[in-house]
């Protein structure tokens, strides 16, 4: 039988989500900056797996490590950042996927990103850090699956960002037999296929990265 895991105080995961969500974004100083400070307020395995990623970022030159994120996450598709990817694929269904996340995000008084799809990793974990953070939990939590694909390629690849999906995946309740098995499933036979219906969000995977796009509520908080 599973053991539960403990209760973690709700201000240390969104202190966790909000380092991840910096830390998993194009690298700026300035964000890699706000990261350390945030680490300063943080202890535990998740903190190290934080610092683990922060100081592999920050040992390389700004060039270097703009041209290695790009690699890692817009040139292979095991380590897009995109949720409803995994899911629903480029389908029909995964238009549907994605306006849960832009429902969740009106539902609470911001608006929807104006240059980021609303399934991007480092979005959902901005507002689950600093907006809603029961359901940001949720949208976490019941992605669990591409969270285990994208962590599993982040490794493969042996990428310092697989240490910061590690962080978020221990504020979430541990990954059942089930969800080990369909994220192994995908990232061997791949996503579901049909290059239809993605309207209001259409992108390609791996997308095309507009450095400055990151952000819940571009518009402003309502």
């Given amino acids: 039988m599973r053991l539960r895991r403990p209760a973690r105080p709700a201000l240390g995961d969104r202190?966790?989500?909000?380092?991840?969500?910096?830390?998993?974004?194009?690298?700026?100083?300035?964000?890699?900056?706000a990261a350390g400070a945030l680490l300063e307020h943080l202890d535990g395995a998740a903190a190290q797996q934080l610092s683990a990623a922060l100081t592999a970022v920050r040992a390389l030159d700004p060039t270097t490590a703009a041209a290695r994120y790009v690699d890692t996450f817009d040139l292979r598709r095991r380590c897009t950042m995109y949720l409803t990817y995994w899911t629903a694929?480029?389908?029909?269904?995964?238009?549907?996927?994605?306006?849960?996340?832009?429902?969740?995000?009106?539902g609470a008084g911001v608006g929807v990103p104006a240059r980021e799809a609303p399934d991007h990793l480092p979005v959902v974990l901005e507002f689950a850090a600093t907006v809603d953070?029961?359901?940001?939990?949720?949208?976490l939590s019941r992605h669990r699956v591409p969270l285990e694909v994208l962590h599993g390629g982040l490794c493969e690849a042996g990428s310092p960002y697989a240490s910061a999906v590690a962080a978020v995946r221990s504020t979430l309740p541990a990954a059942t037999d089930a969800d080990l098995r369909r994220a192994q499933q995908l990232a061997?036979?791949?996503?579901?296929?049909?290059?239809?219906?993605?309207?209001?969000?259409?992108?390609t995977v791996p997308p095309r990265r507009?450095?400055?796009?990151?952000?819940?509520?571009?518009?402003?908080?309502?």
């Fill in 89 to 106: 694929g480029d389908t029909r269904n995964r238009g549907r996927a994605m306006l849960e996340f832009a429902q969740a995000y009106t």
């Fill in 210 to 222: 507009q450095p400055d796009a990151v952000g819940v509520g571009d518009e402003g908080r309502r």
């Fill in 133 to 139: 953070p029961d359901a940001g939990r949720s949208l």
């Fill in 15 to 33: 202190l966790v989500w909000q380092c991840a969500s910096l830390l998993l974004s194009y690298p700026e100083t300035g964000r890699l900056d």
């Fill in 188 to 203: 061997t036979a791949g996503p579901p296929a049909e290059d239809v219906g993605l309207q209001p969000f259409t992108l």
